[in-house]
């Protein structure tokens, strides 16, 4: 797909009593794209499972669907890209370039700590966006171990505080829906 998702998740497909994290009415605003049009983020936090890259690959072809470019990849692959582009001495041209797609989701932030270089490199893809155009996070951490992830407080503040300027945290909860079928093996409804 054009967008890159690494699969096909519908917001209509969300099932919101498994998930009492999730408003659902912010949601379903958050479908309408609007936000795309004040460079506003969506931010989306909790542990594994809790649905948070379907609700970004949701938003993302709710977005595509009323018109809006949208690229999916996961933190390490945005770094990756960038580290490519820095490599050629075209850094600049490629964060210029990417702002020509209204969203860009940045799945699974937290997983693989960054070096200093990708930690640089991914505040520069967060500044080249703020205020200009919107970008979905996701992350099993909550902000106050992003730190860890970044090597360095000071640019994990830094980028916090530009990504949650104009946005909306969403944190999601519970036990991993992954899991959900064993779960009845022992519930009684
Ligand atoms: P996360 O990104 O938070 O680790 P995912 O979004 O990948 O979790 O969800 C794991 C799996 O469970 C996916 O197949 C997803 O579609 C499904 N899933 C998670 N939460 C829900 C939910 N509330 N309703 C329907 N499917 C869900
Ligand atoms: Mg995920």
Do not use: C
């Not at 990504?163 to 409804?189: F, N």
Request: hydrophobic share 40%; net charge positive; aromatic share 8%.
């Amino acid at each position: 797909k054009a967008a890159r998702f690494p699969g096909f998740k519908t917001l209509e497909e969300f099932n919101y009593d498994h998930q009492p994290g999730a408003d659902r009415t912010l949601i379903a605003h958050l479908g309408t794209s609007t936000y795309l049009q004040e460079a506003k983020n969506v931010i989306l936090l909790g542990p594994p499972g809790t649905g948070k890259t379907h609700i970004a690959i949701g938003l993302g072809i709710k977005a595509a669907k009323t018109g809006h470019r949208v690229l999916f990849d996961t933190a390490n692959g945005w770094v990756t890209r960038l580290q490519e582009a820095h490599s050629r001495g075209k850094l600049a041209a490629e964060l210029t370039r990417l702002r020509r797609y209204s969203l860009l989701v940045i799945d699974e932030v937290g997983y693989v700590p960054f070096d200093q270089d990708a930690a640089n490199l991914f505040f520069q893809l967060v500044s080249s966006r703020y205020e200009h155009a919107s970008l979905i996070l996701t992350s099993n951490l909550p902000f106050g171990r992003w730190g860890e992830v970044f090597g360095d407080p000071t640019i994990a503040s830094a980028m916090i505080d530009r990504v949650v300027h104009h946005a909306d945290v969403l944190s999601l909860k519970g036990t991993s829906y992954r899991l959900r079928g064993h779960k009845t093996i022992t519930s009684t409804t």
